[in-house]
């Protein structure tokens, strides 16, 4: 197991391969050595939470079932607060519809609750959102709660969704409801040629109350 | 333009449907522009609608030509009345007081976010506004000041309304609650409205009850003093968007869209004593906007580009 910052550093100080301002003790270097490490970050930009959230989803990563149309797809990333602490615990709700731009209203499909792991990470597996009438873009919701944040509720786009036409960074504001570029993620397809599977990177940022 | 009230030897039966009730044509309304959306008020005596060009044309009893209020806003997202009192809600979030009959801006407030509904209180002394970035909040529409915001667990609110006698408030919120508000703003209870959000909330006559609309198309009774559950009905599947309720007290319509195409695609109408549920006869697109009367709903029509009636369901 490797040492924590702290012992680390105290075993520098002790061989004097790191030496200490006399106003500095160990262990309130570590901290100030840990804190300038994480990464200020701005909070994900708030959506707009409907339509057709649903309360009590299931506790599921895979939202997918093995026949179910549509290309595959991987969302992973974690739950971060704007000072670049994890959140761990901080609970992801997921809704979307399924490949035909169908939202499931009397059941659970293509909806999940998960909980960030000790890294603050979280994931799912489910398909590439189909697009339907009143919406321009396929878009998954989210609503993100960890105690002593404020509510996260926004919505993620796909680069690769034909409303861009390849340029997002263009063609974003062609959904009146896709508040900010940043909401547009990247998509990676991977897999065999036989089992291609979009897989995007999505990082949840909080404010603290 | 003409107004053409019909007379009572010249009600149009428009359609029959179950338990003998009908569409009745009260009047008929020639407009200048295509109307898209309406409400009728004071029993029906005034009209409010939605210009397709984005002003807000009033109709009032006894008078052809309707009032064109211009309010350089953009499309009015949401409208409410109270009286001759008329309150048009934004995509902005901008919210415009205006005196309907005499066409006069009275105030201009902003809500800051993006316009789910928005109701007047029973003396338009008050307007209390859902958006989709805040709960519900209520402005004095005599000073302009916010004087309450209420709360959610995550997100906005849905709509917004009060009681008959402006005693109570309930939003319906983006996390599946149905929220009760006092006078003063304080939060009376939070009741689950459904597994899906509410869309739109109605009380009785009396204001002893109370019906909420879901997202996935069911309808619940409360109690107003407690925010307890009496009756429910099952899922449709189809959200409802807006709820009115019948004089009577004992019937709701229920405005259904089709849950892919967001489009009005059935009226229903709850029995709430008996739980029957049936459905109106009448062409949903055609619907523009509803209210009442001391004994009828009423339902405004859209009949041609530029035409429409005020019909009643008897």
């Known amino acids: 197991m490797g040492l924590s910052r702290r012992d680390l550093l105290a075993k520098c100080v002790s061989l004097g391969v790191v030496s200490l301002a006399t106003n500095l003790s160990a262990t309130a270097a570590a901290e100030a050595w840990s804190q300038s490490e994480k990464k200020s970050r701005p909070s994900t930009p708030a959506a707009e939470t409907g339509p057709f959230y649903k309360r009590n989803a299931p506790n599921t990563a895979m939202m997918r079932a093995s026949n179910d149309p549509g290309l595959p797809l991987t969302v992973d990333g974690a739950v971060y607060s704007t000072r670049g602490e994890i959140l761990p615990g901080a609970k992801v709700e997921v809704w979307q519809t399924d490949h035909s731009g169908h939202y499931d209203l009397l059941g659970y499909r293509y909806r999940a609750l998960l909980l960030a792991d000790a890294k603050g990470r979280y994931g799912f597996s489910s398909v590439i959102p189909g697009h339907y009438p009143a919406r321009v873009c396929q878009h998954i919701h989210f609503a993100v709660t960890a105690e002593g944040y404020k509510p996260l509720v926004t919505q993620m786009y796909f680069g690769s969704d034909p409303v861009f036409e390849g340029d997002p960074d263009k063609n974003y504001i062609k959904d009146p409801l896709c508040t900010s570029r940043e909401l547009v993620r990247p998509v990676m397809l991977k897999g065999d040629p036989q089992a291609v599977i979009a897989a995007v990177n999505f990082e949840l940022v909080l404010e603290q109350l | ?314």
């Open chain 2, 1 to 314: 333009m003409r107004l053409r009230v019909a007379g009572l030897a010249t009600f149009l039966m428009l359609t029959v449907f179950a338990r003998g009730q009908a569409l009745h044509s009260e009047a008929k309304f020639d407009t200048p522009v295509a109307i898209d959306h309406a409400i009728a008020c004071d029993n029906g005596s005034r009209i409010f609608g939605i210009g397709k060009e984005e002003a807000i044309y009033a109709w009032t009893a006894g008078k052809s030509e309707p009032r064109k209020i211009s309010l350089a806003e953009g499309r009015p997202e949401a409208l409410a009345c109270a009286g001759r009192t008329v309150a048009a809600g934004f995509g902005n979030g901008k919210i415009v007081i205006v005196d309907g009959d005499k066409g006069e801006v009275k105030l201009r407030l902003d809500a800051k976010s993006s316009m789910w509904g928005l109701t007047l209180s029973p003396e338009a002394t008050f307007v209390a506004v859902a958006t989709t970035g805040s709960p519900t909040q209520v402005f004095d529409t005599r000073t302009g000041q916010r004087v309450s915001v209420g709360r959610t667990s995550f997100g906005g609110s849905t709509s917004a309304t009060f009681s008959p006698k402006g005693d109570l408030l309930l939003s319906t919120d983006d996390d599946t609650n149905v929220r009760a508000y006092g006078r003063n703003g304080k939060l009376l209870y939070s009741a689950e409205a459904g597994p899906l959000e509410p869309f739109a909330a109605a009380f009785t006559g009396d204001g002893q009850r109370f019906v909420v609309a879901t997202a996935d198309g069911a309808m619940s009774s409360y109690e107003s003093t407690s925010g307890k559950r009496l009756r429910a009905t099952h899922s449709t599947g189809n959200p409802i968007f807006a709820i009115q309720m019948f004089p009577d007290s004992q019937h709701v319509a229920a405005f259904e869209l089709d849950p892919f195409t967001l489009k009005p695609i059935a009226v229903g109408v709850w029995d709430m004593q008996s739980d029957h549920w049936q459905k109106l006869d009448v062409d949903p697109e055609t619907v523009i906007g509803c209210g009442a009367d001391g004994t009828h709903l009423l339902l405004v029509r859209r009949t041609g580009t530029n035409t429409f009636t005020l019909d009643s369901v008897r």
